[in-house]
């Protein structure tokens, strides 16, 4: 038994800031973004929450597998911008759609957040303990930039996408994934800081901070070792893949893992032009544009990939 990908939803907020709107507020241009990441606008929200998206994300993905939220078992929302600490956003997507019976929680693996969700929701299904999972990535990533800080506020968009994954005799193929926690610091944004008055407070940024360069190394050669590893495991080559959909980071990062794999970079769709790096949401986004645009026949193999602070990675070949 494994997941079968039923139904797709995403919603970008209304609110799009282009390159040249970044350029009226910081030392910056839309020929340094484009020309280095790809990113030519992105979607900030101005009122939607991460729940608010999540569950309209949520609601299309229902439609399109033609179940009903009370039909839904487990919920889960990979997300590091959750709209509270606690409750967690899956428990407010709950609410929202109205999944009585499901169990919710969040899960914390960065840009392969969805991809860890997926495969935790596969792991309860495959188990035979539940049927019916709503799996999300969302985020609210605005929250969480130094707008002072030039060279990472451009990177980073807003949004939520969201499949539905049932019981299948036929759907995911195989599933990789990793962590290294000794590189945390490449890529991190530290928690409020403690307001306990009986301790000295330390000056550690509350913000996003990273190390580009050390991202991109890691990315380069962890994304084409995960992939050759997932396809090895399903035995598959890479021929036998349509489409490549891998995190949303930067275009330089896409072409290097198209030119490793030595496949043809048309076989890498993107969101990145219109909706920048949306973490845990990139993927399943670029999953629902791709399928709203009908490219996927039933049939189809997919790779699906992963990466991001933690670090953490993760790599999935699913039949579409
Ligand atoms: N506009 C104009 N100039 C800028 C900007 C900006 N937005 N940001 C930085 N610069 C300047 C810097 O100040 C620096 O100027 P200096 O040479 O006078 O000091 C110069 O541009 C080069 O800065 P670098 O940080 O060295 O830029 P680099 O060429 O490494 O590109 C980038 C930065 C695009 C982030 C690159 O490191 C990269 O591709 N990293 C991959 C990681 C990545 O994409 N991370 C995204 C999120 S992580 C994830 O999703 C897993």
Known sequence: MTIRIMGTGSYLPENIVTNDDLAKIMDTSDEWIASRTGIRKRHLVKE???????????????????????????????????????????????????????VAFDVNAACSGFMFAMNTAYAFIQSGIYQNALVIGAEILSRLMDWNDRSTCVLFGDGAGAAVVTADEKGLLGFVQGSDGTKGMVLACKNRLNNNPLIKNSVEPDHVFMDGQEVYKFAVSTVPASIQAVLEEAGLEVSDIKYFLLHQANIRIIQSVAKRLKADINRFPTTLEHCGNISAASVPILLDEVNKKGMLQRGDKLVMAGFGAGLTWSAAVIEW
């Open 48 to 102: 939607e929450t991460t729940a608010q998206m999540s569950a309209k994300a949520a609601k299309q993905a229902l439609k399109e597998a033609g179940l009903k939220a009370e039909e839904l078992d487990l919920i889960i929302v990979g997300t590091l911008s959750g709209d509270y600490v606690t409750p967690s956003t899956a428990c407010e997507v709950q609410a929202m759609i109205g999944a009585d019976k499901a």
